[in-house]
């Protein structure tokens, strides 16, 4: 099995900064890629930053130059700097990763439970 742990949301007023970290941990074998998810009340899960195995990034129109996604691979983890926070940035964030596991032996998508960011003034 495979764990995704997210952790560094909290309150920071707009404009603000905030670092969000995630770590993969479990029967690991490779991870392919990992990327964050945001959802704010109301609203469909949207598409944050993604990162691959081979490094390469994409972003959502409405974080670019704004948010930096990151990685250390020896730790299965990732990052997502946050800065210029706007209100409408508030929601739970999620993290994904794209694991090839031993247990079980597969390639699947795995989520962690999230972390709220909220940026109000």
């Known amino acids: 099995q495979v764990q995704i742990v997210e952790s560094g949301g909290g309150l920071v007023q707009p404009g603000g900064s905030l670092r969000l970290s995630c770590a993969a941990s479990?029967?690991?074998?490779?991870?392919?890629?990992m990327g964050w998810y945001r959802q704010a009340p109301g609203k469909q899960r949207e598409l944050v930053t993604t990162i691959t195995n081979a490094g390469r990034t994409n972003y959502a129109d409405s974080v670019k130059g704004r948010f930096t996604i990151s990685r250390d691979v020896a730790k299965n983890t990732v990052y997502l700097q946050m800065n210029s926070l706007k209100p409408e940035d508030t929601a739970v964030y999620y993290c994904?990763?794209?694991?090839?596991?031993?247990?079980?032996?597969?390639?699947?998508?795995?989520w962690g439970q999230g972390t709220q960011v909220t940026v109000s003034s």
């Open positions: 479990g029967s690991i074998v490779i991870i392919y890629g």
């Open positions: 994904n990763a794209d694991v090839r596991s031993n247990w079980p032996k597969k390639r699947d998508d795995y």
